[in-house]
């Protein structure tokens, strides 16, 4: 039995998806624990792109159980355009398993995500505006709506008239549209009732596929940066995306967690406002943009690009656990002349490896780098370390040794086959 945490180790977009679907072959469940439609993973399969929001990776093999945790935040509505959008596509036969502890998003929460987000102005987060940190928030106020009472005509209209007494006042006081109940119920039960064949007790059925020896994978969402508790707050998203939260995010014993998989670019990205220490611009920023296709799968918007930050890697290890990395995108590095990565940060004259609290702080370090050479060979076809260039073998040397963790899988290009195996995981 193995229980492999999958988490994004930067800032989100480093292509859980490939690695996910790559490592699905093994699993016999599939889980994601936290965040909802604001993520979007790009999953290749023969050379045909699916992109998925909420519905975990594994929806593709029809052997895999799919699970959303009790941690996700789901839009029911936009849960079953997903849906119906694979089935469209000849995705028919798949298993998927929905907690009836998860929390709704409604249409509330996308329209107070935008609210917030204008009256914030220039310190704006750069949210996804899909409503995820509204509906966060309602759950840590105690008057969320749960996958549970949403399949339940009675307990949705009883929780939604609880809610929208306060949330009317709050959209009222914003100058925005209110809700009435059966306004909401009449389109959303609807939805309702197409979900509910799904919903059940996810973590009981974790527990049984724990018991069994089940190989289980945990598939992450947004990155360790974005984290809010752990992230470059407030420029973060509204749940942690660590390892450590897995256990609470999806009702299962932390004893049971085996292995953390960091998923790593071979650089940097970020979408969104909030600091970047190792940002680049101008050319080199385009070229990497521009071969590693570095716009948002959910908004299209164009990434931001640095050169990868072993000081923010070091610190996701730390607080995450994570004890293997899998290294994306590491063709597109191919034709740079140079190669940077960042060891320190100077902050005050002072030489640091410690990653800051505050935002002052993370506006002022200025990275330190070791300046590496590149390589031109095209790696895309390489299938085992040893066929790698020399230059681009002591890259992966240095990571390992900035960060003090093994790479255990290199990607070199978007498909299946195009990922270098260096350690099995399952
Ligand atoms: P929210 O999660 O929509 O509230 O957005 C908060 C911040 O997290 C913004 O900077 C988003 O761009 C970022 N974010 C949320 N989900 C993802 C993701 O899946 N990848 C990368 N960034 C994300």
Same mark, same amino acid.
């Given at each position: ?86 089935i469209n596509r000849g995705i028919k036969e798949f298993k998927l398993f929905i907690s009836n502890r998860a929390h709704i998003v409604l249409p509330y929460h996308k329209d107070l995500d935008g609210a917030y987000e ?91 596929? %724990?018991?069994?020896? $089940?190989?289980? #994978? =945990?598939?992450?969402?947004? !990155? ?8 470059? @707050? ?29 998923i790593c670019k071979s650089y940097d990205t970020r979408v969104g406002e909030g600091p970047f220490p190792t940002e680049i611009d101008g050319k080199l920023a385009n070229y990497i943009r521009e071969k590693g296709h ?27 656990? %994570?004890?293997?990395? $899998?290294?994306? #995108? =590491?063709?597109?590095?191919? !034709? ?8 320190? @940060? ?81």
């Amino acid at each position: 039995m193995s229980v492999l945490v999958v988490e994004g180790s930067q800032w989100g977009d480093e292509g859980k998806g490939k690695i996910t679907d790559y490592l699905g072959q093994y699993a016999n469940v599939v889980v994601r624990s936290q965040g909802g439609n604001n993520a979007g993973h790009t999953i290749t399969i023969n050379g045909e792109k699916f992109a998925l929001r909420s519905i975990p990776s594994g929806i593709f093999n029809p052997k895999i159980k799919n699970v959303m945790a009790n941690g996700m935040v789901i839009d029911p509505k936009q849960m079953l355009e997903e849906l119906d959008g694979l089935i469209n596509r000849g995705i028919k036969e798949f298993k998927l398993f929905i907690s009836n502890r998860a929390h709704i998003v409604l249409p509330y929460h996308k329209d107070l995500d935008g609210a917030y987000e204008d009256l914030k102005g220039n310190l704006k987060i750069g949210t996804t505006k899909r409503g995820i940190g509204p509906c966060y928030a309602d759950k840590i106020n105690r008057i969320g709506i749960r996958m549970g009472d949403f399949i339940n005509e009675e307990s949705f209209k009883k929780n939604l008239s609880e809610a929208l007494l306060i949330k009317n006042k709050e959209l009222e006081m914003l100058g925005l549209k209110q809700y009435s109940v059966d306004e909401i119920v009449s389109e959303y039960k609807e939805y309702a009732k197409r979900i509910k064949p799904y919903v059940c007790d996810t973590a009981e059925l974790l527990e049984m596929e %724990i018991e069994k020896g $089940s190989n289980i #994978l =945990f598939e992450g969402a947004q !990155g360790a940066m974005l984290c809010i508790d752990h992230g470059t @707050y407030p420029y973060v998203t509204s749940s942690s995306p660590i390892g450590a939260s897995v256990p609470l995010n999806a009702g299962i014993a932390p004893k049971y967690i085996t292995d953390v998989l960091g998923i790593c670019k071979s650089y940097d990205t970020r979408v969104g406002e909030g600091p970047f220490p190792t940002e680049i611009d101008g050319k080199l920023a385009n070229y990497i943009r521009e071969k590693g296709h570095e716009y948002g799968t959910v908004t299209k918007r164009p990434r931001r690009v640095g050169w990868l930050d072993c000081v923010a890697l070091n610190y996701a290890r730390r607080v995450s656990g %994570i004890n293997h990395l $899998s290294l994306m #995108l =590491f063709d597109v590095l191919g !034709g740079l002349k140079e190669i940077k990565i960042c060891y320190a @940060y100077e902050l005050d004259g002072k030489v640091t490896t410690s990653f800051p609290s505050t935002l002052d702080e993370l506006y002022r370090v200025k990275p330190l780098y070791y300046t590496m050479p590149g390589f031109d060979e095209d790696i895309s076809n390489a299938t085992t370390f040893d066929e790698l260039p020399e230059n681009a073998k002591n890259y992966i040397r240095k990571i390992e040794e900035l960060t003090k963790i093994k790479v255990s899988m290199i990607s070199v290009g978007p498909d299946r086959c195009q990922t270098i195996m260096l350690e099995k995981l399952f």
